[in-house]
């Protein structure tokens, strides 16, 4: 695997001009470990790399689950060094694992249109710095055995703000009436999110659901 410097891992030069006047921040945060983090974020950093938005996705959670995937996939993937820490790209997006949140400015004066932070679980994530983020992104399982977590994580969360304009809820997979009850319940508006196998290739019919979150 070749090794690059940093500088030459975070400027491509295929990125052109968009539509973005400012640089946008996207913190996803989950009920619990396994919500599904992860696997979102770097859906939807691919999908804004495809719309040509320069896009780096940060991981501010201590599992390093980033880490292992130039060792993991057979997907290009160029190397480079920040710190003694490796950052990766693949398909043109910037991955930074196990970033702390000293490290967040010096990160976005890079010149990204899009940064996906990576929370991780609500227990573990530094919640001033996800109430910081442009959009706000939670994630979370609606049914019976899990709707607890979700539910304390709102309440937790609306100590801090208003769950208004910035903020989205997402779940997976629950029925259309859980849902509703839900959305009733605390007065919100709930998406579900599509089924993506494979979060580096993105169908053309997810795309309109899955760009609400980044327009």
Not at 64 to 87: A, H, Q, W, Y
Not at 195 to 215: A, G, R, T, V
């Amino acid at each position: 695997m070749q090794i690059l410097q940093r500088k030459e891992l975070i400027h491509h030069p295929e990125h052109r001009k968009t539509d973005l006047n400012k640089r946008l921040t996207i913190g996803i945060l989950g009920c619990t470990a396994g919500a599904g983090v992860t696997h979102l974020a770097i859906t939807l950093s691919n999908l804004c790399h495809s719309k040509l938005h320069k896009t780096a996705l940060l991981e501010l959670h201590k599992r390093k689950n980033l880490s292992t995937i130039p060792s993991e996939t057979t997907l290009p993937c160029r190397c480079g060094f920040m710190g003694d820490r490796t950052v990766f790209d693949i398909h043109g997006v910037d991955y930074y694992p196990d970033i702390t949140p000293d490290e967040l400015p010096e990160l976005y004066n890079q010149g990204y249109h899009i940064l996906l932070l990576d929370f991780g679980s609500f227990n573990e994530c530094c919640i001033n710095e996800f109430l910081r983020c442009d959009r706000k992104l939670v994630i979370g399982s609606l049914a019976p055995w899990n709707i607890r977590q979700y539910r304390e994580l709102l309440e937790s969360i609306s100590h801090y703000t208003n769950l208004g304009e910035g903020f989205y809820c997402l779940t997976r997979t629950e029925s259309p009436k859980q849902i509703r009850d839900f959305s009733r319940l605390y007065q919100i508006s709930i998406s579900s999110v599509p089924s993506i196998p494979d979060p580096f290739y993105i169908k053309k019919e997810h795309f309109s659901i899955l760009q609400e979150f980044i327009c």
